[in-house]
């Protein structure tokens, strides 16, 4: 027996360490691993989501916001609204994360959510403004590892597309705070329409929710069609909706898809190792994702 392990073979020693991951197929991860190390990181683009898959699940045994939430908790809403918006929450998170409803019994209902959260708060006259505030006083949390995360996929020209169906401005105040917004970064997000005063008037283009970033990946053709060399993908979510991220790409060769299962773990441990290669339960870190970013640069 050779003492010589591959490069992969060191890498898995160091994942497997991990007790928060689990995987399906060990052997299909392997394939895919090598095949993506021998194209090279210049083949290698990454798309993630954002809240709860770059963003912490919880802290300190507190639930961390979403985007959302970050808006929903600052002093730009009134309580009223607040109100109304946590009885939205209340009555559709639990449908999001149920896994006895398919995922067309569930689409009209989050299309439901998304629409009446968003006109809530268009009726509240939100200020440009005050966002960078909002965020600033939030819980907001990146995962832990999130610096290298970034800076390295930066240092390397790799393109990152963060893919969210929360708010796009929120979301880039979240990472222009944390000093990570660097020019490798692509956000496709629903965006705030500000009149010439600056207040809220509307959202842009078309709704994305958690369950049409199929049709969001389809309307932003031109963002992939730039990035058509890089025929490698390394996918981050937490949702089963985000394995549709990156059904844009084209040519795609390989994928690498991570899965952040962070609620109702028992009940949907089976579809998300049935759908992710990689399955990380209840991990607030991005020691996994960084560990495989690091293999393929
Ligand atoms: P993501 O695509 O970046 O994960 O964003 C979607 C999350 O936003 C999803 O988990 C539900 C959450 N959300 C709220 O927390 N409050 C809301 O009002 C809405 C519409 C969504
Ligand atoms: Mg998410």
């Not at 078309?206 to 053709?221: C, D, F, Q, S």
């Not at 992939?224 to 991220?245: A, I, K, W």
Request: hydrophobic content about 35%; aromatic content about 8%; overall charge negative.
């Amino acid at each position: 027996e050779s003492p010589q392990l591959t490069p992969f073979e060191i890498f898995f020693k160091e994942i497997e360490k991990f007790s928060k991951l689990h995987i399906k197929d060990r052997d299909r991860v392997q394939e895919i691993l090598q095949s993506m190390q021998k194209a090279g990181s210049k083949t290698l683009q990454v798309i993630s989501d954002f809240d709860m898959t770059l963003t912490r699940f919880e802290y300190n045994g507190k639930r961390c916001p979403t985007c959302h939430n970050i808006l929903e908790r600052s002093d730009a809403i009134s309580s009223d609204c607040k109100k109304k918006l946590q009885e939205l929450l209340d009555k559709y998170y639990p449908i999001e994360i149920d896994s006895t409803l398919s995922v067309e019994e569930k689409l009209p209902l989050m299309v439901e959510w998304w629409t009446k959260a968003h006109e809530l708060l268009v009726n509240q006259k939100i200020k440009k403004a005050g966002l960078a505030k909002a965020v600033k006083d939030s819980e907001a949390k990146l995962r832990d590892g999130y610096q290298y995360f970034f800076d390295h996929l930066n240092e390397h020209s790799i393109p990152l597309l963060i893919f969210s169906a929360g708010i796009g401005d929120i979301l880039e105040e979240v990472i222009r705070q944390t000093e990570v917004f660097h020019p490798n970064v692509k956000v496709i997000s629903n965006y705030m329409d500000f009149d010439e005063s600056g207040v809220l008037k509307a959202f842009k283009g078309e709704l994305i929710h958690i369950y049409n970033k199929k049709e969001g990946a389809l309307l932003n053709t031109g963002h992939f069609q730039e990035l058509r060399t890089r025929t490698n993908v390394l996918l981050l979510g937490d949702s089963l909706g985000d394995l549709n991220m990156a059904d844009g790409v084209q040519d795609m060769e390989n994928i690498l898809k991570i899965g952040f299962l962070n609620d109702k773990v028992e009940e949907r441990k089976q579809s998300y190792l049935d759908s992710y290669d990689i399955v990380l339960i209840k991990d607030e870190t991005l020691d996994v994702p960084n560990a495989v970013i690091r293999f393929l640069t």
